[in-house]
């Protein structure tokens, strides 16, 4: 039975360590690991907006997407796939704690590995930080990289 | 492209007639009134034009027919499935698959941004000013009624909409008038659609743009002191310039935040100055029922409040109209019937809520004067409206009423005002825009034409006074209604089919909630 690993990236440096985390877990487990890359975009189905940027929603979220795939996602698994990992990434939209569990729990996860963000202060303090959120609800363990 | 040739002329006489009059005049304010009301008054007369024998706007008639028909075909709709409109807006029933794309509840929002507004504000006060508590009553009717109207247009909206090659759509009553009649085989679907799509652009310079910029107008100038229009006029067209031409989406995203916030500011404190005379609403309730069939002393009586509270119900929540329909059509799903059980959500919280708190403390904080001794409301000098404390009417007789309550509401009433206003505007300019290029095709000249225009029209209507610009922009809106509700007659059928079918996937399970 294979063991999968999710890391959360986010085109940062902060995900660029997850991932190297990532990389040295799935060494020590072995050849039977798959690691499952996961960008996420932020996005609320409650948020407010104009008629135009409704009109326009479809192609931004193509657009964001063929981005995200292209910069982040895409150069993150091939760099995996040539140091011989078995790697597969996925872009989405939405709450990045929520979605990253809902991976997890879809794919049978052992755990999901993510960065220390650099955002602190008063934003991360009102709001909470994204790790901090997914530590306290996620279903799977969850391994913080700092 | 004889039809683009004569609407081009047409701008183009018109704004050399309007250019050349300012020129002449000695005040610019009083050049745009005069230009105004003269060049729009038999558009005006023509379509509240009363039924014979009677003082009764055959519009609103033809409104309220509608209305009742709709109900009625769809065995009342806005009451069976409000419970599963409620659902949908909270997304129960949302594939996560489709995130990121536009939501049922941002489609309905966004539609709500274009509708709640001044209708609310300063139309309820203008309803109740002329005709009475009573008027409530019949805006309440005209708000559960036109639930259905919404819904019947925003399905159609969704069903029919362009989907282009690069992910954006265009949606609303043009495209579904000329391609719902094609495909039932009727004649004529093109010509309405293209009636349609004029009247809307002239509905999004009317009810859309000059009302607004109007009444922004007055509200600041009853907290600055008395200074002419044309100069909120600039600042507004300058600022809805940056935004449309521009491309300043940051104003517009600060807008759209800001927006529901003032929303819900004004509602929680009409919730408050309600629970504050709690002992009162009992007797205001009295006042809509009694008022609403006996007029108590109105202009006009049982007739004048009924007319007042279909007139500024439609005006508020656009039902029929087709306004929203347009606002809709940019949802994420594969059932346009969920889009159309969305949108009946709009009137009631437009009207039935809103409207009716406005109302509800316009009449307990005793603006109106009534004759102790008769019960009855005093009429103004004029004989025209009922007599007010301070002699107000419109935005300033709501904020007289809040300021009764809370003396430093006006100054946040203006704020909303304005911030209302501007939501609006910025709604209807992507209204009148998606009419424009039905008619003269996508394209940036096109599209630069209609927003300059647009913008000029904002210069307009700050500078007229509020009895014209309130007859064109009510004129224009109903215009857009009469070629929409004829749509919506031949292709309810379709609607109805669609209707069947999704209940009995629901009812069989076949469609299932995600969440």
């Given at each position: 039975?294979?063991?999968?690993l999710?890391?959360?990236?986010?085109?940062?440096?902060?995900?660029a360590r997850a991932?190297s985390?990532?990389?040295?877990?799935a060494?020590l487990?072995?050849?039977?690991?798959?690691?499952?890359?996961?960008?996420v975009?932020?996005?609320?189905?409650?948020?407010?907006?104009?008629p135009?940027?409704?009109a326009?929603r479809?192609?931004?979220?193509?657009?964001?997407?063929?981005i995200a795939?292209?910069?982040?996602?895409?150069?993150?698994?091939k760099?995996?796939?040539?140091?011989?990992?078995?790697?597969?990434?996925?872009?989405?939209?939405?709450?990045?704690a929520?979605l990253?569990?809902?991976v997890?729990?879809?794919t049978?996860?052992?755990?999901?590995?993510?960065?220390?963000?650099?955002?602190?202060?008063f934003?991360s303090?009102v709001?909470?930080?994204?790790?901090?959120?997914?530590?306290?609800?996620?279903?799977?363990p969850?391994?913080?990289?700092? | 492209?004889?039809l683009?040739?004569t609407?081009?002329?047409?701008?183009?006489?018109?704004?050399?007639l309007?250019?050349a009059?300012?020129?002449?005049a000695e005040?610019?304010?009083a050049?745009?009134?005069?230009?105004?009301?003269?060049?729009?008054?038999?558009?005006?007369?023509?379509?509240?034009?009363?039924l014979p024998?009677?003082s009764?706007?055959?519009?609103v008639?033809?409104?309220v027919?509608?209305?009742?028909?709709?109900?009625l075909?769809?065995g009342?709709?806005?009451f069976?499935?409000?419970?599963?409109?409620?659902?949908?807006?909270?997304?129960?029933y949302?594939?996560?698959?489709?995130a990121?794309e536009?939501?049922?509840?941002?489609?309905?929002?966004?539609?709500?941004?274009?509708?709640?507004?001044?209708?609310?504000?300063?139309?309820?006060?203008v309803?109740?000013?002329?005709?009475?508590?009573?008027?409530?009553?019949w805006?309440?009717?005209a708000g559960?009624?036109?639930?259905?109207?919404?819904?019947?247009?925003?399905?159609l909206?969704?069903?029919?909409?362009?989907?282009?090659?690069?992910g954006?759509?265009?949606?609303?009553?043009?495209?579904?008038?000329?391609k719902g009649f094609?495909?039932?085989?009727?004649?004529?679907?093109k010509?309405?659609a293209a009636?349609?799509?004029?009247f809307c652009?002239?509905?999004a310079f009317?009810g859309?743009?000059?009302?607004?910029a109007?009444q922004?107008h007055a509200?600041l100038?009853?907290?600055?002191?008395?200074?002419?229009?044309?100069?909120?006029?600039?600042?507004f067209?300058v600022?809805?310039?940056?935004?449309?031409?521009?491309?300043?989406?940051?104003i517009?995203r600060v807008?759209e935040?800001?927006?529901?916030?003032?929303?819900v500011?004004?509602?929680?404190?009409?919730?408050?100055?309600l629970?504050?005379?709690?002992?009162?609403?009992?007797?205001?309730?009295g006042?809509i029922?009694e008022g609403?069939?006996?007029?108590?002393?109105v202009?006009?009586?049982?007739?004048?409040?009924?007319?007042?509270?279909?007139?500024?119900?439609?005006?508020?929540n656009?039902?029929?109209?087709?306004?929203a329909?347009i606002?809709?059509?940019a949802?994420k799903?594969n059932?346009?019937?969920t889009?159309?059980?969305?949108?009946?959500?709009e009137?009631?919280?437009?009207?039935?809520?809103i409207?009716?708190m406005t109302?509800?403390?316009?009449?307990i904080?005793g603006?109106?004067v009534s004759?102790?001794?008769?019960g009855?409301?005093?009429?103004?000098?004029a004989?025209?409206?009922?007599?007010?404390q301070?002699?107000?009417?419109g935005?300033?007789l709501?904020s007289?009423?809040?300021?009764?309550?809370?003396?430093?509401?006006p100054?946040?009433?203006v704020?909303?005002?304005?911030?209302f206003a501007?939501s609006?505007?910025?709604?209807?300019?992507?209204?009148?825009?998606?009419?424009w290029?039905?008619l003269?095709?996508?394209?940036?000249?096109a599209?630069?034409?209609?927003?300059?225009l647009?913008?000029?029209?904002v210069?307009?209507?700050a500078s007229?006074?509020?009895g014209?610009?309130?007859d064109?922009s009510d004129?224009?809106i109903?215009a857009?209604a009469?070629v929409?509700?004829?749509?919506?007659?031949f292709?309810?059928?379709?609607?109805?089919?669609?209707?069947?079918?999704?209940?009995?996937?629901?009812?069989?399970g076949?469609i299932?909630?995600?969440?």
């Amino acid at each position: 039975m294979s063991t999968t690993l999710i890391v959360g990236i986010d085109g940062s440096e902060a995900g660029a360590r997850a991932l190297s985390y990532t990389k040295r877990l799935a060494t020590l487990i072995g050849s039977d690991c798959k690691i499952e890359v996961v960008y996420v975009i932020e996005w609320s189905p409650y948020s407010f907006q104009t008629p135009e940027e409704n009109a326009q929603r479809n192609k931004q979220r193509e657009k964001a997407i063929s981005i995200a795939n292209e910069r982040i996602v895409e150069p993150a698994i091939k760099s995996l796939q040539d140091e011989g990992f078995a790697a597969e990434g996925r872009v989405l939209h939405g709450k990045v704690a929520h979605l990253l569990n809902s991976v997890a729990v879809e794919t049978n996860a052992e755990q999901i590995v993510v960065a220390r963000s650099s955002a602190a202060g008063f934003t991360s303090r009102v709001f909470g930080s994204v790790t901090a959120n997914l530590v306290m609800s996620s279903t799977v363990p969850v391994t913080v990289v700092s | 492209m004889r039809l683009k040739n004569t609407m081009y002329s047409m701008m183009v006489l018109f704004m050399g007639l309007f250019q050349a009059s300012i020129a002449k005049a000695e005040g610019i304010d009083a050049a745009v009134n005069a230009v105004f009301a003269s060049s729009t008054g038999w558009f005006v007369s023509l379509i509240f034009a009363p039924l014979p024998g009677t003082s009764f706007p055959w519009i609103v008639l033809w409104l309220v027919v509608g209305a009742t028909v709709f109900t009625l075909y769809f065995g009342f709709v806005q009451f069976r499935a409000i419970g599963h409109s409620i659902d949908l807006v909270k997304g129960e029933y949302s594939d996560p698959k489709d995130a990121g794309e536009v939501s049922h509840f941002q489609a309905l929002t966004t539609a709500l941004s274009g509708t709640v507004g001044l209708g609310n504000i300063a139309g309820v006060a203008v309803a109740i000013g002329i005709g009475g508590p009573g008027a409530t009553f019949w805006m309440i009717l005209a708000g559960l009624m036109g639930m259905a109207s919404k819904f019947v247009e925003c399905t159609l909206g969704v069903k029919y909409r362009n989907e282009y090659k690069d992910g954006s759509v265009s949606g609303g009553p043009m495209y579904y008038i000329s391609k719902g009649f094609e495909e039932r085989g009727l004649p004529g679907g093109k010509f309405l659609a293209a009636l349609f799509a004029v009247f809307c652009i002239f509905g999004a310079f009317g009810g859309g743009n000059m009302f607004q910029a109007n009444q922004a107008h007055a509200q600041l100038s009853s907290v600055i002191g008395d200074y002419p229009g044309w100069i909120t006029g600039i600042i507004f067209a300058v600022i809805v310039f940056l935004v449309i031409v521009g491309g300043i989406k940051s104003i517009a995203r600060v807008t759209e935040k800001i927006v529901p916030f003032m929303g819900v500011l004004y509602v929680g404190a009409g919730v408050v100055i309600l629970l504050m005379n709690i002992d009162q609403i009992g007797w205001a309730f009295g006042q809509i029922f009694e008022g609403a069939f006996t007029g108590l002393g109105v202009a006009g009586g049982m007739v004048g409040a009924l007319i007042q509270g279909f007139k500024r119900a439609a005006f508020s929540n656009e039902a029929g109209v087709g306004s929203a329909a347009i606002a809709h059509s940019a949802v994420k799903t594969n059932e346009p019937i969920t889009e159309g059980l969305v949108s009946l959500l709009e009137p009631f919280i437009d009207t039935v809520v809103i409207c009716t708190m406005t109302a509800l403390v316009i009449i307990i904080t005793g603006q109106l004067v009534s004759d102790p001794a008769t019960g009855l409301y005093v009429l103004n000098e004029a004989g025209t409206a009922i007599a007010t404390q301070d002699g107000s009417s419109g935005v300033a007789l709501t904020s007289a009423a809040f300021g009764s309550a809370f003396t430093w509401f006006p100054y946040i009433l203006v704020l909303a005002v304005v911030m209302f206003a501007f939501s609006t505007m910025l709604s209807w300019s992507y209204y009148g825009l998606k009419a424009w290029t039905y008619l003269f095709g996508e394209g940036k000249k096109a599209e630069m034409t209609f927003k300059v225009l647009f913008c000029l029209f904002v210069i307009v209507g700050a500078s007229a006074s509020l009895g014209p610009v309130i007859d064109f922009s009510d004129a224009m809106i109903f215009a857009m209604a009469v070629v929409n509700i004829i749509g919506l007659y031949f292709l309810m059928p379709i609607v109805k089919k669609e209707y069947i079918s999704y209940f009995a996937r629901l009812k069989s399970g076949e469609i299932k909630k995600f969440k």
